[in-house]
Nanobody, 128 residues
């Protein structure tokens, strides 16, 4: 069965950095599009970043406007792991962050309904 396990979330001061990890198992990781979403208190689940599989070893990155220029998504296929490097963190970045995986290459990477599997989340808290 498919499992996605996030790690790396913690309390950090505004302006600081974190790297989140998502370890995947039970799927052919190389052929899955991977993404990060977050669910802040009082808001709907929102897109953060994605790497859409374009066939072969090609992946297309995308980011929400809120994190563009501050966050970087990457993947290490040999380790079945996707990362989210977060820099210049702001209090409004505080949220539970979720890892997601999609089988299809034909998808809108920012769409919450596009993904087939989800992790349980990791808490990120940014203090002012």
């Amino acid at each position: 069965q498919v499992q996605l396990v996030e790690s790396g979330g913690r309390l950090v001061q505004a302006g600081g950095s974190l790297r989140l990890s998502c370890a995947a198992s039970g799927l052919t990781f190389r052929t899955f599009s991977m993404a990060w979403f977050r669910h802040p208190p009082g808001k709907a689940r929102e897109f953060v970043a994605a790497l859409k599989w374009g066939g072969s070893n090609i992946y297309y990155p995308s980011y929400s406007d809120a994190v563009k220029g501050r966050f970087t998504i990457s993947r290490h296929n040999a380790e079945n792991t996707v990362y989210l490097e977060m820099n210049s963190l702001k209090p409004e970045d505080s949220s539970v962050y979720y890892c997601a995986a999609a089988r299809s290459r034909e998808l809108d990477p920012s769409g919450v309904g596009e993904y087939d599997y989800w992790g349980q989340g990791t808490q990120v808290t940014v203090s002012s």
